[in-house]
């Protein structure tokens, strides 16, 4: 069985990606820089009043998996698609740029691909608003152990966490991950999944997971309280591996005794969409290769730094060459 670097577990969802203003934004009802659910016949209006769309596979975790895999990582995706037309585009556009896409698109049921509308305003603001659709079904029948325990690390999204199926799908991945000798960790992905389930959230980061990424907000939010220090340093007692991104203040890195704060340059984003998928991706690339803390930090930020440079959530730059200018390879 192949041996996986990085296995993601994530929502699989469409983005569909276009400029728009505040005023189309109000006209539309589109809350400004969060990410809202919709249903599907509100994304379907949404899709239809979209100007220039850019079409790409999406999702958290899966961008970063896409982020690890074109720095030359193996890496392997798991997440429900329909067999539709954007599943089809999906597991094909995966398949493509070298990610085994794990699970093959369903046929039975009636919720269609996920997707995910973002609107970009000129301040490089986004709007997310999210048709879910068949992606949060994930079960643990969806996520078969012969991946799992073949992964040196396994990345969760925490939106996938809302559903009971999923807590007990990451659990099993986790668990069989680290019975492989391999490291699993979650991205938290929102303060408002940890306010739902933060007894669950603790305990699966306390037993279960070798490594936490979240930005302030979510750190916090673990903790019900507005210190990022405490936060930090509570989690640091329950997690082996704590990684807090802090927007244009850099990155903080936590391991045992050791702390590393990482400087980021400060930039006026052209769209901020996967920032912090592909931080992940670029500190997954370090912790995979056996970087230190620094050099694991300064490879997020550079990753995170080219992706905020242009629309869309995927690197268009060699990162691998950055990397080379800055002397981290």
């Known amino acids: 069985m192949t041996q996986y670097e990085v296995v993601g577990i994530g929502n699989a969802v469409v ?12 006209e539309n009802g589109i809350e400004k820089g969060i990410m809202q659910l919709i249903e599907r016949d509100r994304a379907e209006d949404l899709y239809i009043a979209m100007q220039d769309r850019v079409q790409t596979p999406g999702g958290s975790v899966a961008n970063t998996v896409a982020g690890a895999g074109a720095l030359g990582l193996k890496t392997a995706f798991i997440g429900r698609v329909r067999d539709d037309e954007l599943g089809q585009f999906y597991a094909k556009a995966m398949t493509d740029i070298g990610i085994d896409f794990v699970n093959a698109p369903v046929t039975e049921g009636e919720n269609p691909t996920s997707r995910c509308m973002i609107f970009v305003t000129p301040d490089g603001e986004r709007s997310l608003n999210t048709y879910l659709g068949i992606s949060t079904g994930l079960t643990s029948a969806d996520v078969p152990q012969a991946v799992t325990e073949k992964a040196k690390l396994m990345f969760l999204e925490g939106y996938l966490f809302d559903h009971d199926a999923g807590k007990t799908a990451f659990r099993e991945a986790a668990r069989a991950a680290t019975a492989g000798g391999g490291m ?24 279960d997971l070798g490594y936490v990424i979240g930005n302030e907000a979510e750190i916090r939010a ?39 704060d990482v400087p980021v340059e400060k930039v006026v984003p052209v769209d901020a969409t996967g920032a912090g998928d592909q931080f992940a991706a670029g500190f997954l690339y370090g912790l995979a290769t056996g970087r230190d803390l620094e050099t694991c930090g300064r490879m997020g930020n550079i990753c995170a730094g080219e992706v905020i440079r242009h629309i869309g959530p995927r690197p268009q730059t060699d990162i691998m060459a950055l990397f080379k200018a800055e002397g981290l390879v």
Not at 20 to 25: G, I, S
Not at 195 to 204: K, M, S, T, V, Y
């Open 15 to 26: 983005d569909v990606i276009s400029h728009a203003d505040d005023t189309f934004l109000a």
């Open 184 to 207: 699993a960790g979650i991205a938290i992905s929102d303060p408002f999944c940890v306010e739902r389930h933060r007894d669950d959230f603790l305990a699966l980061i306390e037993n």
């Open 222 to 260: 673990l903790w019900e309280t507005d210190d990022t220090e405490a936060a930090l340093a509570k989690t640091a007692e329950i997690c082996p591996l704590v990684v807090c991104t802090r927007s244009g203040d850099g990155v903080t890195l936590v391991r045992g005794e050791e702390r590393v």
